[in-house]
């Protein structure tokens, strides 16, 4: 559905339904968590053999923790893992939880159960990929806008390097990318308050497009969702893929259309 804009938080705008164009987001007038009750934040980091880029991430992940006024805890799911993932996140000082179910949507779940061991009250979730890089603020940013009220948020993501692509892919990908303005769900930068997590039923269990599903079961919750391109996450055009029909495939689609 388009959406036409009826409030304006930050950089973001905050959406009613309506038939003109723009950048989409939905939103609900009350919020399950309530502005300014946020005293915790939890990180997940679903990571399948991830041992290459999985320090980068948790190292800006630290660098971010740093810039909050509450506790964080970051998460990481080894999920199937054959290489030292597990190993590099004890010794990054993450919480580790292990499956072997090869399941990025079960991987996630399994993260954010976690972090819920104490409870839902007060506390804010969020998600990024082991390939991927936060912002220093990225936190500042969850933050913020869980004050200002909102359920859910979703940002974007940036690629850092194409080497692995032909020259033609960074600029067809940035078309396709500005297209789709408003409408972009990544699980590497997507918040959400754990009460409206618990009420949506959680992530649910596929290879892939589980953040999507996420966000359409917080809409049929008319949960207060936000869209926001203000901080976006870095995130690796690898060719390898450790999502089936995950960013890898979509680039890789792209690249057909060359």
Do not use: K
Not at 118 to 139: K, N
């Amino acid at each position: 559905m388009v959406m036409a804009p009826a409030m304006v938080m930050g950089n973001a705008t905050v959406m009613a339904p309506a038939t003109a164009q723009g950048p989409a987001t939905v939103m609900a007038p009350a919020t399950v968590m309530g502005p300014g009750a946020v005293t915790r934040i939890a990180v997940v980091v679903p990571a399948h053999d991830e041992e290459t880029l999985l320090r980068a991430c948790l190292d800006a992940l630290a660098v971010a923790a740093a810039a909050v006024p509450v506790p964080v805890e970051i998460v990481v799911v080894a999920d199937a893992c054959t290489d030292r993932t597990e190993a590099i996140a004890a010794e990054a000082g993450a919480e580790v939880v292990t499956l072997a179910a090869r399941n990025v949507g079960r991987a996630r779940n399994a993260g954010m159960a976690h972090a819920l061991r104490h409870g839902p009250e007060t506390l804010w979730l969020a998600t990024t990929d082991a390939d991927s890089r936060v912002r220093p603020d990225w936190l500042v940013w969850h933050l913020n806008h869980a004050q200002a009220g909102a359920d859910l948020i979703a940002g974007t993501v940036r690629v850092d390097d194409w080497t692995c692509w032909p020259a033609g892919l960074p600029e067809h990908y940035e078309e396709h990318y500005r297209r789709a303005a408003g409408a972009h769900v990544h699980g590497a930068n997507l918040g959400i308050a754990a009460a409206t997590y618990v009420a949506t039923g959680g992530f649910p269990t596929l290879t892939h497009d589980e953040d999507q599903v996420l966000l359409r079961r917080a809409r049929a919750l008319q949960a207060r969702i936000v869209m926001d391109p203000a901080c976006p996450v870095h995130t690796s055009a690898r060719r390898l893929a450790r999502a089936p029909l995950g960013f890898a495939a979509h680039l890789a689609l792209l690249e057909v259309g060359l």
